[in-house]
């Protein structure tokens, strides 16, 4: 039995940024199309497209998006001075852009929600626990550099690959380009694999400043 496309229209919110499913950003909103696009939000309940901008600038002009985003659901909203609002968004699912509309004061889309084919290439769980633990000294080693110590870090354990997968993709500091190739890679398990390349890099990284810093800690007392 072949599966049905998942389609809607949809609110599109062009960024300099990418958002992955399961992770929260915070957004201050002002141009006035923007607004429009959350007070419509708000009042039908409803989501809204985060996508990278491939070409043009993010306040004013149309940009031109790359054609993967992740849908947002509003949080919560704060009114601040000078006609803004401040928003914290969650992502939701991934999708692709058919068709763009410019008959509204924002750019729409009618998109694909594209779904989770991991059922066809589950990660052993020895990748998972890889990837687990690799995240796990990630994370101790930022606290380390913030000035926190634990004894044990915090065990990131996402109950499924796909969302573990987000989950590391969202910590990591990279390129946007970077964050959009892991955005757009429909594989768990290939997207995995590339996280754990990039977490091995910045722990490398992030335990040569921790040794560093130590170093000059302790040679000052």
Not at 48 to 60: A, M, N, P, T
Not at 212 to 218: A, G, M, N, R, V
Request: charged share 25%.
């Amino acid at each position: 039995m072949t599966m049905q496309p998942y389609i809607k229209r949809i609110p599109l919110f062009p960024l300099n940024t990418v958002l992955f499913p399961g992770a929260t950003i915070p957004l201050q909103i002002f141009e006035s199309r923007y607004l429009t696009m959350i007070e419509d939000c708000l009042k039908d309940d409803s989501i809204f497209g985060i996508v990278l901008i491939k070409s043009g600038k993010e306040v004013g002009g149309k940009p031109n998006p790359y054609s993967v985003g992740t849908t947002a659901k509003i949080t919560s909203v704060k009114n601040i001075s000078g006609n803004r609002l401040y928003i914290t968004a969650v992502g939701e699912e991934k999708f692709e852009i058919l068709e763009t509309f410019n008959d509204q004061p924002y750019m729409s889309a009618d998109v694909e929600i594209l779904p989770n084919l991991d059922i066809f290439d589950e990660p052993p769980s020895d990748e998972l626990d890889e990837a687990r633990e690799i995240a796990s000294k990630h994370l101790q080693s930022v606290l380390g550099l913030s000035g926190g110590w634990v004894e044990n870090a915090l065990n990131p354990t996402p109950s499924t690959p796909e969302s573990l997968s987000y989950f590391i993709a969202q910590m990591l500091q990279l390129d946007v380009r970077d964050r959009q190739k892991l955005l757009e890679e429909p594989s768990s398990r290939e997207r995995l694999k590339d996280c754990i390349k990039f977490l091995n890099d910045e722990n490398e990284s992030m335990a040569l400043r921790l040794e560093i810093e130590l170093l000059h800690k302790f040679s000052r007392q």
